[in-house]
């Protein structure tokens, strides 16, 4: 008996994280259903453990996919920043962002995906993928069997250093999700008292290039964790010296599990599409390069990915196509890539930002009324902490 409904598809999409979901929901939903779409994970999108701290901005993600309270965790209402020193300065904003409960929110978009009359398989491996012709044969495996179906255009939303195209030539050009591949580690820890509408950031020399966090969870657990720059050079492994902190900073707690991942932080300049491949989510290399946020990102790149699929469909000549491939760069630049590009600027300015500048900066932060730290009041008070900071800013306001 066929594992799939068909041999052909219009659209494979490869990987049903939050990129490969909401392209999949949005090419069926602008067919009608009439689409021919195939969408393969290796495991369940809402199988637990899924390798995230879980923050969005609460209006970015609403624009793309209505809120509901069934997959949030909670509303966050402020941020602290903690200098090396322990100084912690509070930016309050009645709206900072909420905290995804991720598994659940996939189920809700794996729904849409269903409802929009996506097939979707969440136990097929997608091994390889191969040029035949004027389409693209796409092999994959479930339960020990293989199985291939033709597709005339695929999606690969792999996420962060995917291999899937890595090893087709003539897709040499196009993104390869392992710009500035930096590592991250959490754990889910039970012990620490933390208030549920906070985040907290941890900043300075021990966690070069990246920062550390606090995210609330339920109330009782928390997602300690932190990021690295790229060229990091810690001489313990990453799972000692976040056990480290936690016990240093929080004696009593208790570690429950730790989980580590690799975010795609650098964005690049290079194709999004080539030949009837599309690349969206951190496969994109769409993650901010210095918040480290993806997930709003990696729905909004699947959105666009799959309009872009839609159009190139109904395009009747080779040039035609090409227009549309190299238009997905475009559209992803004017939407967030140019101002991640930005952001990818400023961030040797801030990892060079020292302890003392954060210990000064946090300290004058510290001393500002709740409700009074506006994003500008924090900026130019880390300024006029840290005036060494302007001449190093020029790269990013050139
Ligand atoms: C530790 C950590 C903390 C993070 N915290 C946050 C945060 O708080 N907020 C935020 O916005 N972002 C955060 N991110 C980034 C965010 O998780 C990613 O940017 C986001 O998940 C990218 O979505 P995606 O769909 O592109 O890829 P993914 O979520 O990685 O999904 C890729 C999917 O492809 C599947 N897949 C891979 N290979 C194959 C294959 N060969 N065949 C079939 N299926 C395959 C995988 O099973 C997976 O389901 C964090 C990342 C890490 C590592």
Redesign the pocket.
Known sequence: MPKFESKEYDVVV???????LMAACTYGRLTGGAGRVLL????E?WKEPI??????STGRLNALWPISKEWVRGGISGIYFTSPKGYRAEFYSKDCGSMLDRSRFHHALADGCVEAGVECHFD????NLSRDGDSWLVQ?MTGGELSTVRAKAVID????G?R?TRNVDCLKGIESGDTDLEP???AVTEGIKHSREHIELFFGSEFPNGYGWI?PRDGVEVNV?F?LGKDHDTPIPLRQKLLEFINRRYPGAKVKAV?????ACGQSKRPLAMHGVFK????ASC?NPIS???????ILC?KIVAESVVEWLACGTDAERSRVEASVLDRWMKAQGRAHLQIANAKPTFGKISDAQFDRAAEKLSRIPQGKASLWRIFFTVLSACPSLIWKMRSFLR
């Open positions: 490869c990987g049903a994280g939050p990129a490969g393969l994970d290796k495991k999108p390798f995230c701290a879980e923050a969005v097929a491996l997608v091994t994959s939303a792999t996420g962060p995917c899937l991250a580690i959490f995210f964790g990021v989980y580590g991942g690799m975010i969206a989510g951190d496969a993650v480290r946020s993806g997930i709003v990102e990696s699947g």
